[in-house]
């Protein structure tokens, strides 16, 4: 009953869910001078785009799995062409990993560039680059044996640790 109720209470659109109900956070890069807030804005929409067309919909919840995007800008510099525009290459890493213990399930990594003006827009040009290659494809699907994997090795501790606490009367931490 304790797990049921947390379950109803985790229901949001903050997090994705894979098939078997396995949760999956989104972490993007954080605004900086370099990466605003639209361009982090427009990341989690383009990881989102790629997590469901790998299958996976949107739903809900504080999950330990994520799926992290870093995005460095490693050069930038101005096109030849008339009119000039500002262009910025990037080296993105997409991980999917265990935000608890730390274990990495899944990565790739891509050189993609981006041309516009004002620079914001290069970052966005760049994002827009990504595609849902199989390179990417391969991550998900290896990272979701991976995490099943897991919940199959520790769901008996999860299990005897709600239980324990239920016996004691400590609603809370077993819901928690």
Do not use: H
């Amino acid at each position: 009953m304790a797990i049921q109720a947390k379950r109803a209470e985790l229901l949001s659109l903050d997090s994705l869910l894979f098939d078997n109900n396995i949760k999956l956070s989104i972490l993007v890069p954080k605004p900086t001078e370099k990466i605003t807030e639209n361009v982090s804005s427009y990341a989690l929409s383009k990881m989102i785009k790629i997590l469901t067309q790998n299958g996976v919909s949107c739903v809900s919840g504080d999950p330990i799995f994520a799926l992290a995007m870093t995005m460095t800008p490693l050069s930038e510099g101005m096109t030849t062409t008339i009119p000039q525009q500002s262009y910025t290459n990037y080296d993105i890493n997409l991980y999917v990993g265990n935000m608890i213990t730390g274990d990495m399930y899944g990565s790739c990594r891509m050189g993609i560039m981006g041309i516009g003006n004002p620079p914001e827009a290069t970052a966005i040009n760049a994002i827009s680059s990504i595609s849902n290659n199989t390179e990417i494809q391969m991550m998900i699907k290896t990272s979701r044996e991976k995490i099943i994997s897991w919940y199959d090795k520790n769901s008996r501790t999860f299990i005897s640790l709600v239980e324990s606490l239920v016996a004691l009367n400590k609603y809370s931490p077993a819901l928690g």
